[in-house]
């Protein structure tokens, strides 16, 4: 069974903390993601990777960076967590088939990681 | 990046077959389009994905046509489980600079 796992479900930090989120994922998967998702607003990218070590800008990358050391791991930090960073944070990881037009698999969800920042 | 539009909620009764448009004017050639569907409190979860024409599979049909420019998400025969967000995307590879990126959903409300 696919999965992809986020290390905490529940998180409570201080204000101006430095935040990791971590991901990882056993499916072997080139592809990953972390998106916040908040009411009214949907799910937003924050920033995604496509291969160990590259990463690439999502819409709000703003306050976030991101490291790819391994394939299967893929870690959200704040660098210093703000109360408007309050959310849940989504990973998700996919493949990618090779091929005349590369297709991208389906993408696998975390549970998420509600996050508040007092 | 291709932008989608689709409706913000739909109410639909149990057994009834639920369709869910969504619009994407600029959808480039590489791009395909993917459906999600979310549930409270979980990640999105993968309904179907096609490039043109009718994709089924045991779960929905996507219906594509030759534009491209639209898509239709069929659900047959809806349950109360059937509640849910869902999410039209439509995009290229990531490697080559696409990016998943998810709309406001549609929120599908079934009722008895």
């Known amino acids: 069974d696919v999965k992809v796992t986020q290390s905490s479900r529940y998180l409570v930090k201080r204000t101006g903390e430095k935040v990791f989120l971590e991901c990882v994922q056993d ?25 160990v070590k590259m990463k690439e800008k999502g819409d709000i ?6 490291s790819r050391e391994k394939k299967e791991r893929f870690s959200l930090i704040l660098e210093s967590a703000s109360t408007n960073q309050t959310s849940m944070y989504l990973c998700a990881s996919s493949s990618s088939v090779p091929g005349p037009m590369r297709v991208d698999t389906e993408a696998f969800f975390g549970q998420g990681t509600r996050l508040t920042v007092v | 990046l291709a932008k989608t539009t689709q409706p913000i909620s739909m109410d639909s009764y149990e057994g009834q077959e639920v369709n869910i448009t969504c619009s994407h004017n600029n959808i480039a050639t590489n791009d395909y389009i993917t459906w ?15 490039y043109k024409t009718k994709v089924t599979n045991e779960v929905a049909s996507l219906f594509i046509p030759a534009d491209r420019k ?3 998400l069929s ?38």
């Open chain 2, 75 to 112: 659900l047959p025969r809806v349950s109360l489980s059937d509640t849910a967000v869902y999410y039209c995307l439509v995009g290229g590879p990531y490697n080559q600079g696409g990016k998943l990126i998810f709309g406001q959903g549609t929120e599908l409300s079934v009722k008895p």
């Open chain 1, 27 to 51: 499916m072997d998967h080139e592809n990953m993601f972390w998106y916040r998702q908040d009411p009214g607003l949907g799910l937003r990218l924050i920033y995604f990777s496509y291969d």
């Open chain 1, 61 to 66: 990358p703003e306050g976030y960076s991101v």
């Open chain 2, 36 to 50: 999600y569907q979310q549930f409270p409190s979980q990640g999105p979860r993968f309904i179907i994905q096609g």
């Open chain 2, 70 to 72: 639209s898509s239709t």
